[in-house]
Structures are given as structure tokens and as C-alpha cells.
């Protein structure tokens, strides 16, 4: 596995060339990017120039958000499925193999069982698209409770839902978004996890949440950055995806409300800080920054 810089699952925003140095001025190895950006650039000039930067960078791209709606009605579906053919192809050339997309956490279409096998039939769909370029899709879940809205129906909220869902997509190019604030808001536990094969899970997010927060009124804005242990004992989560051989990205993810205030420069850094610490507990090799490395070079004074 990778330490991935996501920034949309922080709340940062930026240039590409901005996002790019954060990245590597703090050790990612991996980051999330705006595909349909990359389209719209390629399409204005050419593959090449709007690709520069990151394969200047040499870094690895984690995931990608889909431009799909999973809510919305069939007709408006079906177009953007055929969007994702040209999507799918620049993403290849930039060596992207894992797209993102959330399930909507309520529905005015249909109720829970009817739109459960229209999501499905949607999943097995754009799976096989992004199979034929060797994408996966990572699938997340939405169970905080300022995102259900107003609908008139509840949709996956649960992590035995959620589960049950995905599990039964048809598709072998779709697995799971392991994100944990989601996971422990979804009434969900470390050995529910420990079943789900390597091969399933294609992106994780780590975040916490205050232990004084019931997590069953939890929003988004109690999203934290991830620490040890709490409701999920990261370390033992990542000692675990270590043992089973998953190879994928692996990234902090919070929300804005609990660092107003701060600098995008302090959130990155606090993120890396707790990646890094989770994952040397957990007994894995921690890429140095290089402000490190060039610490690390012996001082030798310039002859006169």
C-alpha cells in the first residue's frame, strides 16, 4: 500500500501545480485527481500537455472521482456511462486504476429494495466500462446524517447494507471504499472488516471521530483526522491490510470543521504527521520527506 494525498477529502482546493507540491513536499506517494479536469485540458490541447505536471512529478495517481450520479434518472445515467468510455481511456494513458464514486444516501425515486437492484445493475455497469481499461471502482457510503436530506426515502446507511450491496455486484472490477469515520458511523467493527478479501478492497480513508460524539447523530462535520486508536484501532487496521497484501492507496481524509482556521499547509502536515505515526506502529517503512533527506546529507565544507 501507498500513502495517498486526497485532496477533496480534506477540504483543500488549489491549482494542479499546487496540490502536485504538496504532495510531495510531504512524502505522498501517491494523490487523488480531477480526471475530468485532465479531459478538458487534453481536449483544449493535447494529452501530453495536460498530463505534464503529473508525470513530471512522478507520482502515482490514487483514485479519481466518477461524474456520475447514481440518483439520478435513467436517461441522465445512460449518458453519463458513455461519458466514462473517453474518461476511462485518458486515465489508462496516465496509468489510473481506481475510480471513486458514493452511493446517495437517500432516494425520492424508489424504495430501499426496488433501488437497491437499480444500484446494483449501476455498479455492474460502470464496472465493466472501467474493467475494460483496468480501472476498479471503489465504492463508499454515505451514514452521516446531515447527508440523507430530505428525501423521501433512506438509502444505505449501514455497513450490513453496504456490504450486502456491493458484495452482490456482479462486476469483479468493483470493490470497496474502506473509509473508517464512514465505517464506525455505519455501526461497523474492525472484524467486519478482517472479511473482506484484499481483492475487494481497491481505496481506504482514514479518519477518527471525538469520543464524545454519538455516533449515531454523527455529521460530516465530525470528521477528524485519523488517530491510533478510538472507535477503529488504525494500527491494527493497517497492520491488517499489510498481512493480506493489499497494494492500493491509503490516506487521511477529514473534515474543515475541526481545524477553522488553519492553514492548508498545517492540515497536510498534521495528516501526514498521522499517517506516518499510524503506520510506523503498525511496522511499516515510512517514506522521509525531503526536507529529511537533505537533512540526512553529511555537511562538508566547500574547499577554498
Given at each position: 500500500m501507498y500513502k495517498n494525498f486526497?485532496?477533496?477529502?480534506?477540504?483543500?482546493?488549489?491549482?494542479?501545480?499546487e496540490l502536485i507540491e504538496l504532495a510531495l513536499t510531504y512524502a505522498f506517494s501517491g494523490m487523488d485527481i480531477d480526471m475530468q479536469d485532465i479531459v478538458r485540458r487534453a481536449q483544449r490541447t493535447d494529452f501530453e500537455d495536460a498530463s505534464k505536471y503529473l508525470r513530471a512529478a512522478e507520482i502515482k495517481i490514487g483514485t479519481f472521482p466518477l461524474p456520475v450520479g447514481l440518483d439520478d434518472d435513467d436517461e441522465a445515467?445512460?449518458?453519463q456511462v458513455g461519458a466514462l468510455h473517453p474518461l476511462a481511456e485518458v486515465a489508462e494513458k496516465l496509468g489510473a486504476t481506481r475510480a471513486v464514486v458514493h452511493l446517495p444516501a437517500s432516494t425520492d425515486r424508489l424504495p430501499f429494495n426496488e433501488f437497491f437492484d437499480v444500484q446494483s445493475s449501476r455498479l455492474n455497469q460502470i464496472g465493466e466500462v472501467l474493467g475494460s481499461r483496468g480501472i476498479h471502482l471503489a465504492v463508499g457510503f454515505s451514514p452521516a446524517k446531515d447527508l440523507a436530506g430530505d428525501k423521501q426515502f433512506p438509502?444505505?446507511?449501514?455497513?450490513?447494507?453496504?456490504a450486502a450491496l456491493v458484495n452482490g455486484v456482479n462486476s469483479g472490477h468493483v470493490g470497496f471504499l474502506l473509509d473508517t469515520f464512514d465505517w464506525v458511523v455505519g455501526d461497523g467493527a474492525m472484524d467486519q472488516i478482517s472479511e473482506i478479501p484484499a481483492d475487494k478492497v481497491v481505496a481506504v480513508r482514514l479518519s477518527s471521530i471525538a469520543e464524545d460524539v454519538d455516533t449515531s447523530a454523527a455529521t460530516s462535520g465530525d470528521r477528524m483526522l485519523p488517530?491510533?486508536?478510538?472507535?477503529i484501532d488504525h494500527v491494527k487496521?493497517?497492520?491488517?491490510?499489510?498481512?493480506?497484501?493489499?497494494?492500493?492507496?491509503?490516506?487521511?481524509?477529514?473534515?474543515?470543521?475541526p481545524y477553522k482556521g488553519?492553514?492548508?499547509?498545517f492540515i497536510v502536515q498534521t495528516a501526514q504527521e498521522a499517517i506516518d505515526g499510524i503506520s510506523k506502529e503498525a511496522g511499516l517503512d515510512v517514506k522521509p520527506l525531503p526536507s529529511e533527506l537533505i537533512e540526512d546529507i553529511p555537511y562538508e565544507p566547500t574547499p577554498i
Open positions: 486526497c485532496p477533496s477529502a480534506m477540504g483543500i482546493n488549489g491549482r494542479q501545480s445515467f445512460t449518458a438509502f444505505v446507511n449501514t455497513v450490513e447494507s453496504f488517530t491510533a486508536q478510538g472507535l487496521l493497517v497492520g491488517h491490510l499489510n498481512t493480506i497484501g493489499f497494494d492500493g492507496p491509503i490516506g487521511p481524509a477529514t473534515s474543515t470543521a488553519q492553514t492548508r499547509e
